[in-house]
């Protein structure tokens, strides 16, 4: 689509998604993301238990520090 119409994306825009970092940190935003919407919609059921939270909220923790992981060894790559 950016090929046959140029003009269909400012040039602003098309360096943001053109830029690696920028779908990096997409992914990052994602893998984060994920457990919050599974714990958000566990919470709305009504046979939720305390337990449910807890469990979605240790599976929240374990996506952040798995994601501080993957930057710290992608950083000693440089």
């Known amino acids: 689509m950016l090929n046959a119409d140029p003009t269909a994306m400012n040039p602003t825009l098309r360096n943001i998604v ?3 970092s920028f779908w990096s940190s997409i992914e990052c ?3 984060i993301l994920e457990p919050a919407k599974n714990a958000v919609k566990c919470v709305e059921y009504v046979s939720t238990t305390m337990a449910d939270v807890f469990l979605a909220l240790i599976q929240m923790a374990a996506a952040i520090k798995a994601l501080s992981t993957e930057e710290s060894e992608d950083l000693k790559k440089f």
Request: without cysteine; proline residues 0%; charged residues 15%.
């Open 18 to 20: 053109n830029n690696r």
């Open 29 to 31: 935003l994602v893998n």
